[in-house]
């Protein structure tokens, strides 16, 4: 690719890309086709209209053929040879919001995209199938496919901690998935809880409410029962009681009218959303039924559903630390961890930090002891 045409592409200056293909002898019928425009929109460009709309970028990057990464619009090889160095989280987390309203608005009313930081993701993408063939394809099985591999990649690294390759992993999630408003929810759903496992409720809200407008007109009640039980936290942490009763409520009752059956597989794995109910009646300090749900959550469970089983055992051990009900406390923690060593997972070995802390003040041997052993347990 010639450096002037390079350049134009990290510059995002369409209009001299499109010179440099009709004066190469491309027809500008045969280029709007590429694009998937009208000729006269091709016209106005040549004659220098900007073109800023992210999904159009996205769609011009894609129809020629140009790597996303040229054009500072996703990851890719040629994004992997000019690491950054320090980089600030909230600005990432910014980033992500407002490629994802981008995306499903079609306008940056979050701001204008931008291309993530890289830092140390690990692997592209795994478009290995072919972009041809995804496009071959698009709004089909294999599309939507490879994007809920991408968000299941993107959750596996956040929950080991590499927060670049989950960022990197939800865009392209977020890319594939796009005109499928049940599939978004789900991949900003799986964001969502990332995020609130780093220890920013509040911005996992924001991504969780541009899920829930995603799927507003969702006919899977599933969908939007998940999305509210995980908004509740974010309510909570706002100091906003009285929006997080509100999701509650609703999520209740939107539990009990779903057919799991007919879910996706990343909101069909909420079951009759004992855990999300537990999790979100113990943020708004309803203990009793908080345990109850937790319970329920823990008895419905499969056995060999080892990381689940930690997060619900961490959920009871921290209802009946804050209920005052130490021993029984101490207990669902030393089993907690005992599940969460099995597991290996860093982000349910976070979600244990504030039983420690607990513990640690707590006048108390056993406690500090079981403190301790939590702070420093070798995953």
Known sequence: MPLAVREACAARDISTIFGFLVDSGMSQRELAVLVKMNQSEIVEILKGRQVQAYDMLVRIADGLGIPRGLMGLAYGEHDRAQPVGEVDEDVERRKLLAIAGALLFGAPIFGQPEPLAIRRVLADPPRRVGMADVRMYEQTLLQLLVSDVHRRAGWAAGDVGLIDDYRAHMHAALDLAAGDPDRVALVLCTAGAIEKSLGDPEFSLKLLQVGQTAAATSTDPQVRAVLGG???????????????????????????????????????AYGNGHGVLASAEQKLGNYDAARTEILTAL?????????????????????????????????????????????????????????ADELGRRNDSTCRDLARAVRTVEL
Request: with cysteine; aromatic share 4%; glycine share 6%.
């Open 230 to 268: 995980e908004a509740v936290a974010g309510y909570v942490a706002m100091g906003r009681p009285d929006m997080a009763r509100k999701e509650l409520a609703a999520a209740r009752s939107l539990f009990a009218d779903a057919d799991v059956s007919q879910s996706l597989h990343g909101f069909a």
């Open 299 to 355: 008895r419905k469970r499969p056995k060999d559903d080892a990381w689940c089983n930690a997060l619900d055992t961490i959920i009871l051990a921290t209802i009946n630390m804050q209920a005052g009900e130490i021993g029984a406390a101490v207990q669902d923690t030393q089993r907690a961890l005992m599940l969460v060593q099995r597991v290996g997972s860093p982000q349910l070995h976070n979600r244990m930090m504030p039983l």
